[in-house]
């Protein structure tokens, strides 16, 4: 494997990429090493303190540029200052440097430091910024009411897209790679664990951390919280509140070295050391996030089941397409998860067989069709390569297409090669050539296309229809579909059954002939895909068919609960209405939560009068991102939803 620093001089060859999310000037400067110092503290009422320093140790790649760096109006910087080159003459507190923090977008500010003289290329700077995070949305702070034991506040940080500027001052870009170290402090009978190769307790509760692989900064994360961890796997172990432990360690004993030692077989070697999971509030936005040797997931996971380990697969996936292979920009997001779901499949195809992993790609493919249908397919986040505008938000651009159309195309490559060993091996060789390194759509499929030298040759970039540039450019639905056919034998008795609920007068013979006691969660999931779609159903329909299947109707699991949820509001089912409010009250994901009150203000008055009244009960539990989505449904103003 080639050090990492070779890569990354590598990338530098390429042509510059110009992130419109970022206002700093990370082009002309390479950041080597970040080092946070943190002292986390909680106040009685849940808000906290996050008081830091940081330290850049920077090298300049081209004379005279200026420094800017992305930051938040949260983040109140009290000094900058340079620090002397090290073992030579200088004040060893630095030399205070004059910094000004000017507006750029509603997600961000641009941090201007003023520099003593132009930099000379080569020369080598280390820069402290003392600061503290404020109510930012990237520092999310919950009261003790909020996490799972009621007793102790919780604090966490959400990177991705653009909220870290809000974190720490940096270059807040998938662009710029560096390596990070921290302290953090905290208090007693608090435990912090980040995103790092390392982690280590000192004295004082202070814990110390250190990443030694480059990553860009989207991916840093901490959590203080009262935490505890249990062992799963040789090189993974499980964090959550002492409540939610024993459950944890019961989902994933055992499981997860199969899908690291799959992962490694197709994709390369693992070389982020740890593979560990924190199961976090009920309140985290998403399914989980991929932050390196430590992934985030919510509770919801803990189905009891083992049957929502797609996501824990996906996370994984993350660990080679995402974390060491990453999209220079937020507008090639698909890089990300697209090739991510992909590599998500294939270790589902490994691990469970080719039937059940179609039936799961299915219920993506059904997602896709619900919001290309709610967006209109020729809506232009329906490109694979988008266009953020400067001021739009990267956050506000997030949809199914990149992972699901993005899917396709990885499957539509595989498709053109034919083989699937030669394209298993064509992806180790991407992620080879890539690693540590961030890159353009484009460098993708100029290394594919010299990778299989036939096919370029053959011209398949340009195959009417199938061109590689409609694909990034042009909204629409995929123009190659996998065959998910392998998965019919699954699929088919969902069909069936959902054909059967739908008609006028209900066979009951015939539905009583299934059984479903035995189908597994993605097999319900597809079944309720089915009947949600052909929803709403002849009157008094969904009313039995709630009575004859509990298993649906009172389900645990999150990916029922989200689907009955959603038909209990297509088919207004009063009498089921408090299902809603009692999900969107348990959790708080994203994905769970937008489209039910995209569903309940699209409905009749008593589903809008539900809406209001479910919001304003949970409002203060919502991260601050999906609270002003919500906010912009219900019309009541806040971001593009
Ligand atoms: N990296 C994403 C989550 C994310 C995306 C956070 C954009 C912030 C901005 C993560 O890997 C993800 O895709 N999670 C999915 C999992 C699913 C596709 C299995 C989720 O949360 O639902
Ligand atoms: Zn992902």
Redesign the pocket.
């Known amino acids: 494997m080639a050090a990492p620093a070779e890569e990354a001089s590598a990338a530098r060859d390429r042509a510059p990429v110009r992130d419109t999310a970022s206002a700093s000037s990370a082009g002309p400067w390479s950041l080597r090493h970040l080092h946070l110092d943190l002292r986390v503290s909680f106040a009685a009422a849940g808000a906290g303190r996050l008081r830091g320093r940081a330290r850049l140790e920077l090298r300049c790649e081209r004379g005279g540029a200026e420094l800017r760096l992305d930051a938040h109006p949260a983040l109140a910087v009290s000094r900058a200052a340079l620090l002397p080159p090290p073992g030579g003459p200088g004040d060893a507190a630095g030399q205070a440097l004059p910094v000004e923090s000017r507006p750029f977008a509603s997600y961000g500010s641009a941090l201007h430091v003023a520099l003593p003289q132009a930099p000379r290329a080569g020369q080598l700077l280390t820069l402290l910024i003392d600061y503290e995070a404020g109510e930012g949305p990237g520092v999310c702070w919950l009261s003790p009411e909020q996490t799972a034991g009621k007793q102790k506040p919780y604090m966490y940080t959400?990177g991705?897209?653009v909220l870290n500027r809000s974190f720490f001052p940096c270059f807040d870009t998938p662009s710029v790679k560096f390596t990070y170290s921290a302290t953090v402090k905290v208090p007693e009978g608090f435990t912090a664990v980040m995103s790092a190769t390392s982690w280590e307790k000192q004295k004082d509760n202070t814990f110390v951390f250190k990443m030694s692989q480059p990553i860009p900064s989207y991916l840093i994360a901490l959590v203080v919280g009262d935490i505890v961890s249990a062992d799963v796997g040789p090189r993974s172990r499980v964090w959550a509140e002492p409540c939610l432990i024993e459950a944890a360690k019961k989902e994933y004993d055992g499981v997860i070295e199969e899908f690291l030692v799959v992962g490694e077989k197709l994709f390369g070697p693992y070389v982020w050391g740890r593979y560990d999971i924190l199961f976090m509030p009920p309140s985290f936005p998403?399914?989980?996030?991929?932050n390196p040797c430590l992934t985030f997931v919510?509770p919801c996971l803990l189905a009891g089941d083992r049957s929502l380990v797609?996501?824990i697969i996906?996370?994984i996936s993350?660990s080679w397409f995402?974390n060491l292979v990453t999209n220079a920009t937020w507008g090639e997001?698909w890089l990300?998860?697209g090739f991510?779901?992909y590599a998500?499949r294939r270790i589902s195809t490994e691990v469970y067989g080719l039937p059940y992993t179609c039936l799961e790609a299915a219920t993506g493919r059904a997602l896709l069709r619900q919001h290309m249908d709610a967006t209109g397919e020729e809506h232009p986040l329906n490109k694979l390569r988008v266009v953020i505008e400067p001021g739009v938000n990267p956050?506000d651009t997030?949809n199914e297409t990149p992972?699901e159309k993005g899917y396709c195309f990885v499957s539509y490559l595989a498709h053109l090669v034919g083989n699937q060993s030669k394209f298993d091996a064509f992806l180790q060789a991407y992620v080879n050539r890539f690693k540590f390194q961030s890159i353009t759509a484009d460098d993708t499929l100029e290394f594919f296309l010299e990778y299989f030298p036939e096919l370029k040759e053959k011209g398949v970039d340009s195959i009417p229809g199938f061109e590689f540039d409609r694909w990034l450019n042009t909204p629409g639905w995929p123009p190659y579909l996998p065959d998910l056919s392998p998965g019919q034998q699954l699929m088919r008795p969902a069909e069936e059954l959902a054909e059967l609920w739908a008609a006028d007068s209900l066979n009951m013979e015939a539905i009583e002939a299934v059984d479903i006691m035995g189908w597994r969660t993605y097999q319900l999931v597809y079944f309720l895909d089915q009947v949600l779609q052909k929803s709403p159903l002849p009157e008094g329909n969904v009313k039995r068919l709630s009575k004859m299947y509990p298993k649906i109707s009172k389900a645990q699991n999150a990916e029922l609960r989200l689907r009955w949820c959603q038909i209990v509001l297509k088919n207004n089912l009063e009498a089921e209405y408090s299902k809603v409010k009692d999900f969107l009250h348990s959790q708080g994901?994203?994905?769970y939560t937008l489209p039910l009150y995209r569903a309940m203000w699209g409905g009749s008055e008593a589903t809008r009068a539900l809406a209001v009244e479910t919001f304003s009960a949970t409002a203060p539990q919502l991260h601050v991102n999906v609270h002003n989505y919500v906010k912009k449904i219900l019309g009541l103003g806040g971001a593009e939803a």
């Open positions: 959400q991705q897209a998403f399914g989980g996030m991929e919510t797609d996501v996906h996370e993350h995402g997001f990300n998860e991510t779901m998500q956050d997030y992972y994901k994203q994905k």
